[in-house]
């Protein structure tokens, strides 16, 4: 995954996409500002979401945030390894660290999102 | 670190009053005669008290300096509450005894309900719920059954972000879906924001007041026309009623349903675990779903009123934590409607005082006046490397107890400081003296806060470590 290829949201999720398919994860900004993530709990397989719903919550020690889809479409895939062992996302937020994939209903909705470069700037901001 | 009361007592010291069987056993019970060893701690009378030494004075307390636990609201609690609770007038009673015999108690409870309806500008109170997260179960699930009974199909429930944490999680669990309304630079619900999100789809509009932020929202009278306009109602989370006492009675300015934390506002220790009590009051229209039974006065005795039959039911054993009104009872009687209006404004004065002193040395987003809290925040110390956790574990070297942190979320590296009524204006100097002296070190030795707390019984904990594996468990031997 080319992180400068990636989506972002004003919430520190990032997209990575493949065809229709959808990966998504939280920044390295993200999981720096939450600290040691404990917990994470994710929707099952199958449902289907809109963008901008919650789709989980992340638990860390000092902090419970939710996480938003950035995109409309359903859940194909959880990344069971992040549920059980929660530090990766702390460890390695792109790679390892992904939330889950999700099948697009239409990648229109991409162009609200931020763009690597865009993202930076919007850091820069908060 | 302490020692569990069973590892000290190993070396086959005992405790031991209880003598030897000399009765006849009934031969029919020796096969279920115990053989294993009770596992009670083999420790004598002076090493127990020892051990609970050692722990209580380890442990920091309300009895032992400032407590500002910001939404916690730990302050003091008169020493006569408690001796009222504890005579045996009281807790010598049973539950299940017949009214006639617990007049006094029924008594107690009646003016109890009347005395919170005056305070709050309610029509009706229950005290069933025993603890503020119960109340506002209890008051939602009675929005529930209101608009059920209209035939109304309401789905949402909106809840500001300066709310407190437990407002969604009550709303999910009666079943509602909980909408967030982001609140404005101010800090505040802003009225065009909750007119843009409201509908005929609303339930209930739920919010803190004074909010998490400590603020008073200002647009109180609007909101609530707003909600009611939707056919909404509107529940306020009384937990910080510190502030409000004697000043604003929330059933007169349109609040339909409220829950108060008698364990916070009304003295009784708070924060051991227990036991809370957390009475909601609602206006007319809705007395009748409160949970039963309700203690009503006949001429001349008061007596459990079972009906109506709308009533949501029961929601907790027998009438709630009955020991906790009694010194809600007390406190109340014994401050008077006069007294009751100090402990807000004090409460408000020393938070603001405290506002002022700690804002010189740590960034307050959301600017006074404030109620009776306030957030602070050491986003300034960043430059340094320092974060507010290490702020809060350098407090714990200096001999007092840290602030809540992180909370709410609307404020980054957060400080939630409430001073309380009860301290007086040298502790709050000394408290802030502390702050100041804690963000010149974060400056000149910011390892000293990273290495903090160096004089506790314990270190720094691993937090991590102990929210991902956590182990309560005790074993001999092990």
Redesign the interface.
């Given at each position: 995954m080319e992180i400068e290829e990636c989506f972002f949201t004003k919430e520190h999720e990032w997209v990575s996409v493949d065809g229709d398919v959808a990966t998504i994860g939280i920044s390295e900004y993200a999981a720096g500002e939450l600290g040691d993530i404990v917990f994470i709990e994710f929707p099952d397989v199958g449902q289907k979401v809109k963008q901008m719903d919650p789709v989980g919550t992340i638990e860390a020690v000092k902090t419970v945030a939710e996480l938003f889809s950035p995109v409309t479409g359903e859940i194909i895939e959880i990344n069971e390894e992040v549920v059980d062992n929660p530090e990766i996302v702390n460890k390695s937020p792109y790679e390892e660290g992904w939330f889950m994939k999700i099948r697009m209903d239409k990648s229109s909705e991409l162009d609200v999102l931020f763009s690597y470069e865009e993202y930076n700037d919007f850091l820069g901001e908060e | 670190m302490t020692g569990t009361i069973f590892e000290k007592g190993l070396h086959g010291r005992s405790g031991k009053y209880i003598p030897e069987n000399d009765c006849p056993v009934d031969e029919a019970l020796l096969p279920i005669q115990r053989k294993s060893s009770l596992g009670l701690p083999r420790i004598a009378e002076q090493g127990v008290i020892r051990h609970y030494m050692e722990l209580a004075s380890k442990n920091y307390h309300i009895d032992k300096g400032i407590y500002p636990l910001g939404s916690c609201t730990m302050k003091y609690n008169p020493v006569v509450n408690e001796e009222i609770a504890r005579d045996n007038a009281f807790c010598g009673l049973h539950p299940a005894q017949d009214e006639a015999d617990v007049q006094g108690a029924l008594e107690l409870i009646f003016n109890l309900q009347e005395a919170l309806c005056e305070i709050c500008g309610m029509d009706s109170f229950t005290l069933q719920p025993v603890a503020g997260a119960h109340g506002e179960l209890t008051g939602i699930m009675i929005a529930r059954d209101y608009f059920r009974e209209r035939g109304e199909d309401r789905k949402f429930v909106i809840v500001p972000d300066s709310a407190h944490?437990t407002n969604p999680a009550s709303v999910s669990t009666c079943g509602f879906t909980p909408v967030t309304l982001k609140s404005d630079e101010r800090g505040m619900i802003n009225p065009a924001d909750l007119k843009e999100i409201i509908s005929s789809e609303t339930a209930v509009l739920m919010l803190t007041l004074p909010n998490t932020l400590g603020l008073f929202e200002r647009d109180i009278g609007k909101i609530i026309e707003i909600a009611h306009d939707a056919g909404a109602l509107v529940y306020m989370d009384g937990a910080n009623m510190n502030a409000l006492m004697g000043i604003v009675q929330p059933g007169k300015i349109g609040i339909d349903i409220m829950h108060l934390n008698l364990h916070k506002t009304f003295s009784t220790p708070h924060g051991g675990g227990g036991p809370g009590s957390g009475p909601v009051g609602v206006r007319e229209h809705l007395s009748a779903f409160l949970p039963v039974p309700r203690v009503v006065k006949k001429i001349d005795s008061f007596e459990f009123s079972w009906g109506p039959e709308k009533s949501i039911g029961k929601v907790h054993s027998y009438f709630g934590n009955f020991n906790v009104l009694v010194k809600a009872y007390a406190y109340i009687c014994r401050l008077g409607a006069k007294g009751l209006r100090e402990v807000s404004e004090n409460a408000i004065i020393n938070a603001n005082y405290l506002m002022e002193l700690v804002g010189r040395f740590y960034d307050v987003k959301y600017p006074g006046p404030c109620m009776h809290e306030f957030v602070a925040s050491a986003v300034n110390l960043k430059k340094h490397g320092v974060s507010t956790?290490d702020v809060a574990k350098r407090l714990l070297d200096y001999g007092v107890h840290a602030p809540t942190?992180?909370?709410p979320?609307i404020v980054k590296e957060a400080l939630m400081i409430e001073p309380v009524e009860t301290e007086k204006k040298e502790t709050l100097d000394r408290f802030a003296g502390i702050m100041e002296k804690i963000s010149r070190e974060a400056a000149e030795n910011p390892d000293l806060l990273h290495e903090a707390p160096v004089s506790t019984p314990v270190r720094r904990l691993d937090?991590?470590c102990a929210?991902?594996n956590p182990d309560f468990r005790w074993y001999e031997g092990k």
């Open positions: - | 944490g956790l942190v992180y909370f979320l937090e991590a929210a991902r």
